[in-house]
């Protein structure tokens, strides 16, 4: 069996579109050559589901809005409402309700984040949570209580599982375990500045449309749908929250700057990027964690 060939066959895979089930089919062969339990045992979980929902890994534990279906005295229809769960004392019952652990096969997910298209993926509350929720309520009877999840968090664990096999696979090559048909570079200071000189300070969005660089003209999709725009509101929403519990005052003003530019009339994803990035270097809060679950989110819809 040749490892290197089902190597670059995974990567071509990973670069090329092709669906998790294909990669994960060819991981397992890759893990049955390499013979290494856990990472048969992961690839395994990633294809069949992991059977402890509370044991799954970070990236599959998925931020969500959480809404209350209400029944108010005197009024003749239910009423929904958004759950502020950051006013739950109880902080168990915080994470309970605004975490989903989602435990089912990673081509269910990318399944789930196609067919979902703009709609949210809306899921009851463990009942366990209802108490809680009814609390904020005072002069309300709680019927229900249901967790909303945007279809990019199902898009951000396909693309992060993809990116796990990926990086497993470099590391390997890194390691002299295998050799893929990737050549280092003779000089890798001068690839560094190369780097520095052309993509973070030679290119400059002119606003219309286009991408300069020195004389070279590039025409760049760069603004946003507006079913783009309203995913990402509902995802910032929750950023804007965990940010604001932040001390860093460069944070917040990179928070600011990232709104202002969602706000705009034609919002530009390379500054939306640019913001996010920033942010996820700069949070080193207790929320970090969750801010940077949020913006692999973001950066899924940015794609």
């Known amino acids: 069996m040749d490892i290197n060939k089902i190597c670059e066959e995974i990567i071509a895979d990973i670069t090329g579109k092709a669906s998790i089930s294909e990669i994960l089919l060819k991981a397992q062969i890759l893990s049955s050559a390499l013979g290494i339990q856990e990472f048969k045992q992961w690839v395994s979980n990633e294809q069949r589901g992991y059977d402890k929902p509370l044991e799954v890994p970070i990236y599959r534990q998925l931020r969500c809005n959480v809404t209350a279906l209400l029944t108010i005295p005197f009024h003749a229809t239910q009423t929904e409402m958004n759950v502020p769960v950051d006013a739950i004392q109880h902080r168990g019952a915080q994470q309970m309700l605004s975490t989903v652990y989602y435990s089912e096969p990673a081509i269910e997910a990318e399944r789930v984040a196609v067919i979902s298209n703009e709609s949210l993926i809306r ?4 009942a366990m949570g209802h108490q809680f929720v009814q609390e904020l309520f ?6 229900a209580v249901y967790q909303d999840l945007s279809p990019s968090s199902f898009s951000s664990l396909v693309e992060t599982v993809k990116s796990m096999i990926l990086n497993f696979i470099l590391q390997l090559d890194k390691a002299g375990e295998i050799e893929l048909t990737l050549s280092p570079p003779i000089n890798k200071e001068e690839v560094s500045k190369v780097f520095l000189q052309t993509i973070t300070n030679s290119i400059v969005n002119n606003g219309e449309g286009k991408i300069e660089a020195d004389n070279i003209i590039m025409l760049s999709p760069d603004t946003l749908s507006e079913s783009d725009v309203q995913v990402l509101k509902t995802l910032f929403s929750r950023l804007n929250v965990l940010i604001g519990e932040e001390k860093d005052s460069m944070l917040k003003e990179t928070a600011a700057d990232l709104n202002s530019e969602l706000q705009s009339p034609t919002p530009r994803k390379s500054l ?12 080193m809060g207790v929320a970090s964690s969750e801010i940077a679950t949020i913006i ?4 899924g819809v940015l794609q």
């Not at 939306?272 to 949070?283: M, N, Q, R, V, Y």
Request: net charge positive.
């Open 138 to 143: 005072h002069n309300a009877h709680v019927e």
């Open 296 to 299: 692999n989110a973001a950066l």
């Open 123 to 126: 899921k009851p509350t463990p």
């Open 272 to 283: 939306i990027k640019k913001s996010l990035a920033i942010i996820k270097g700069l949070a």
